[in-house]
């Protein structure tokens, strides 16, 4: 028995992407030109290609200019550089996002970090964490900004309540916590080294679980009405599933996102946000967010 308002991720991205392809066609209007989103793929990681190939297809769904490049898996870091270089300095180019996880021969970290802060739509640059921890205006990583989002559908005040993120990621976990923190949230993060996550998800009005481990955050301890956000994507014999014990959790929460259909389809969505900003910023064109 569900009793938990299911909610619908896909939708509020779609709703999401309409209001930005309305936007995109404001500044291109005003600017002459197109927002450009540029996407590296270093080698053929099969769920990296289709990553790559559905980012390009909203970019363009939304009116925005896709440049895609796509480079062989035995590249070289100094030629990945130079391509970073390349776009940093390229009018044209409002974001950059280097497809993660890159080849052996490749430091991630450095190739994050010659990304132009003001170009790094993905939010990964160290910068971008800082300007984040400190609440300056920069780049939030999609993922937990979707999250954010879609709490906000729920509770468009989520000031003085517990919050718990279970996951402490550069990419999901710490950005969430610090925007959690910055909506006046008491903000708890658990991981692997934890001691009885059970006892500390319990206290959470707020749960956002980004793990990567099948239901490992079990219904029976949600706090009846908390609102539980599922970032994990775990691909089981069973099919896609969750970080959280969707069904029972379900019959407790007071919502929850569903997975697939809940953050899965956030992200897109707003990376094209973080696109359409940077590019607003960049040529001084006024976006409503
Ligand atoms: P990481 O593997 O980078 O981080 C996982 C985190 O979970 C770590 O902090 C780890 O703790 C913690 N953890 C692992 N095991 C346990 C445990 N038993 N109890 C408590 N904490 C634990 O993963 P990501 O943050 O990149 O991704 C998390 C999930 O979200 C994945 O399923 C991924 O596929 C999904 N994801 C979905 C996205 C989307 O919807 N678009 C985008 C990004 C990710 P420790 O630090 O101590 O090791």
Redesign the pocket.
């Known amino acids: 028995m569900t009793s938990a308002t299911i909610i619908d991720g896909k939708a509020f991205a779609a709703g999401l992407r309409t209001r930005i392809a309305t936007q995109v066609a404001t500044f291109r209007e005003a600017t002459g030109r197109a927002p450009g989103l540029a996407v590296v793929l270093v080698g053929e990681d099969p769920a990296s290609s289709v990553y790559v190939r559905s980012k390009g297809k909203a970019t363009r769904e939304a009116g925005m200019e896709s440049l895609e490049y796509r480079l062989p898996a035995d590249t070289d870091q100094a030629t990945l550089l130079a391509l970073v270089e390349r776009l940093n300095a390229d009018p044209a180019v409002d974001g950059i996002l280097v497809q993660l996880p890159l080849p052996r021969q490749i430091d991630a970290q450095a190739v994050i970090q010659a990304i132009d802060p003001d170009k790094d739509v993905d939010g990964f640059h160290p910068v971008n964490a800082g300007r984040l921890a400190t609440g300056v205006e920069g780049f939030v990583p999609?993922?937990p900004l979707?999250c954010l989002m879609l709490l906000k559908s729920i509770h468009p005040s989520l000031s003085g309540m517990n919050a718990v993120v279970?996951?402490?990621?550069?990419?999901?976990?710490k950005p969430m916590a610090q925007l959690l923190l910055g909506e006046s949230c008491t903000v708890t993060v658990?991981?692997?080294?934890?001691r009885d996550?059970a006892e500390v998800v319990g206290r959470a009005d707020i749960v956002v679980a980004?793990?990567?481990?099948p239901g490992?955050v079990k219904g029976a301890w949600i706090k009846p009405g908390a609102s539980v956000i599922d970032?994990?994507?775990?691909r089981t014999e069973a099919g896609l599933v969750g970080?959280v014990e969707f069904d029972v959790a379900a019959t407790r929460a007071g919502a929850i996102t569903p997975v697939p259909g809940g953050?899965?389809p956030?992200?897109i969505a707003v990376l094209l946000r973080n696109t359409l900003v940077s590019a607003g910023r960049r040529a001084g064109v006024a976006i409503n967010e």
Request: glycine share 20%; hydrophobic share 40%.
């Open positions: 999609c993922t979707g279970v996951g402490r990621s550069n990419i999901v976990g658990a991981h692997s080294r934890t996550l980004a793990v990567g481990v490992l970032v994990g994507i775990n970080d953050v899965g956030m992200t």
